[in-house]
């Protein structure tokens, strides 16, 4: 079986404005440097689906495996609504409730499949989250293991993103789905929320699970 490396990621970011549309490009962000311009376009082009080939050179084989994915998960921080849920990478629209895809390819491109957390202001005041300045702060824990898979390396820089009122802001990591695997992603816990230029009560992560299979075999009938 192929090993990943998760650092192998993309990320990608577009920004949803109330009575608006504006999206930074429909551009990627490679994990390693993911930020954002004065303009807020980013720095790193790419496609939705795209990734770095894995260190043996080859994509693998993974279209034939089965994906167990989960209903959206929500929650309320300091103010901001916040949404975690699944894409399918094909279609790009958001898996809504609790699917099994029997075929990887049904939602996969290039073996890639999508995450995707939203951020709602429902207050009156401005809010600013910072988080690291090099990936989006979801981080990927394999069942049975306390130490994160992705990101590998910790950040040591920040970057602050502000939301204003009824202001929503949409971060996308695509990562490679090849592997037969059972995790768990969070996000937050590298993010800290502030008002008035105050640091907020930490939130408890935005936790969301999913399950890569190796299809069944199918019934021999003798």
């Known amino acids: 079986m192929m090993k990943i490396t998760y650092k192998k990621l993309i990320i990608s970011m577009s920004f949803i404005l109330m009575g608006g549309l504006l999206t930074a490009c429909g551009e990627d962000l490679f994990a390693g440097g993911a930020s954002l311009g004065g303009s807020g376009n980013p720095t790193k082009p790419g496609k939705p689906g795209d990734y770095e080939t894995p260190a043996d050179g080859e994509k693998g084989d993974s279209k034939d495996n089965e994906i167990w994915l989960p209903a959206p998960v929500e929650d309320d921080c300091n103010g901001l609504h916040r949404k975690l849920q699944f894409l399918n990478n094909v279609t790009r629209e958001p898996i809504e409730k609790e699917t099994v895809f029997k075929y990887a390819q049904q939602l996969t491109i290039n073996g890639t499949l999508a995450l995707q957390i939203t951020q ?47 202001e929503t802001k949409t971060f996308i990591v695509n990562y490679p789905a090849f592997e037969v695997m059972n995790g768990t992603w969070k996000y937050g816990l590298e993010s800290t929320y502030l008002k008035n230029e105050q640091e907020l009560k930490q939130c408890e992560p935005l936790t969301i699970q999913f399950k890569i299979s190796v299809p069944p075999e199918p019934i021999k009938i003798n």
């Open 120 to 166: 709602t202001n429902k207050g009156l005041e401005k809010i600013q989250e910072r988080q690291p300045a090099c990936y989006v702060p979801l981080e990927l824990y394999l069942f049975g293991n306390t130490k994160r898979s992705y990101p590998e390396n910790e950040c040591k820089g920040t970057q602050t993103y502000e939301y204003q009122p009824n």
